[in-house]
């Protein structure tokens, strides 16, 4: 019992000096308060100090944190699925327009990517996402930059995509120059300006090798406008026409020596490449706009290019 008097007394006395510990603390930080003194038993001080089976530093840092609730990424996970299947949706539509050849490429492209992401593991995945973000920050501050170097500001709202892509779907992957390519009865000018005028070819070809080239006049600037079309296709999609339709089109290996056609932007090497193939094409010309003209007036029309007056 002498025993057990003893311990109580010492747990007494160990509780007293904590009290008085704390007391003592407790005074001191309020002092240091009032004075606005600084002291070294609080603060940084601390920071290894346990609360509890956690350093204080920890739960103070715990407290801080705002987490987002799960129901936010179950809501985008839902969106991702809607965009899945929208796009799964709209590979099915492309693919009945496929040939044999394109679906069999598709299939192995297709295999491989989804081979790939199976190998990926999730840290992998959100790592391709934050570098993802990344890059798009970057292309921020690109078409900030771009935007700040421009003359002119283009309206963000109604071309958001100008500066992103502004050579959109191929129409610049091919570019010819070609003059006498412009009605001199309808054009504005003299005859002599009007068949020496340039007139820029912005052509995409499409995989039944056909091309549809969109005309300017200056080229395909910011503010400059399209005024006409010209449509190509190959030699032997031309004997199929009709014969009243075969008037209305021109051969190409005979009109680009007349319109001293060029491009500007393919090199030797690839001009060796690309010159025999349009030369077995035939392209017919539609204009909507006439040059000289502030909008277009009237009705579209055909102009035969062949028939065009050399002088």
């Not at 057990?4 to 309020?30: G, K, P």
């Not at 020496?196 to 005309?215: E, F, M, N, R």
């Not at 030797?268 to 909008?295: C, M, R, S």
Request: charged share 25%.
């Amino acid at each position: 019992m002498q025993r057990n008097m003893l311990m109580a007394m010492a747990l007494m006395a160990v509780t007293l000096t904590v009290v008085t510990v704390s007391i003592t603390d407790f005074q001191a930080a309020e002092a240091a308060k009032v004075s606005g003194t600084t002291t070294q038993k609080f603060g940084l001080a601390t920071k290894d100090k346990v609360c509890g089976d956690q350093l204080c530093a920890d739960i103070s840092q715990q407290q801080n944190t705002v987490s987002v609730p799960v129901s936010k990424l179950s809501s985008l996970l839902d969106q991702m699925d809607l965009v899945h299947e929208d796009h799964q949706n709209q590979m099915i539509r492309q693919w009945q327009t496929m040939s044999f050849e394109k679906q069999t490429e598709m299939i192995a492209k297709m295999s491989e990517k989804i081979t790939m992401m199976e190998s990926l593991d999730m840290s992998q995945h959100m790592s391709a996402m934050d570098n993802m973000m990344k890059k798009d920050g970057k292309h921020h501050d690109k078409k900030m930059m771009m935007k700040a170097q421009s003359e002119s500001i283009y309206n963000e709202v109604l071309n958001p995509r100008q500066i992103d892509y502004p050579n959109t779907l191929g129409f610049s992957d091919l570019h010819i120059h070609a003059i006498r390519h412009l009605d001199v009865n309808q054009s504005h000018g003299t005859v002599d300006h009007l068949l020496q005028t340039i007139v820029h070819h912005h052509c995409k070809v499409y995989d039944d090798s056909t091309a549809t080239c969109l005309l300017f006049p200056k080229g395909m600037t910011d503010q400059d406008k399209p005024y006409g079309i010209e449509y190509v296709i190959t030699s032997d999609q031309y004997h199929d026409l009709p014969e009243e339709e075969k008037a209305y089109w021109h051969y190409h290996k005979t009109e680009f020596p007349r319109a001293l056609a060029t491009f500007p932007e393919l090199t030797d090497d690839e001009l060796a490449k690309v010159q025999p193939i349009l030369d077995e094409t035939y392209g017919k010309v539609v204009y909507f706009w006439n040059l000289g003209d502030t909008y277009p007036i009237g009705e579209p029309y055909i102009l035969v290019v062949q028939e065009i007056p050399d002088r």
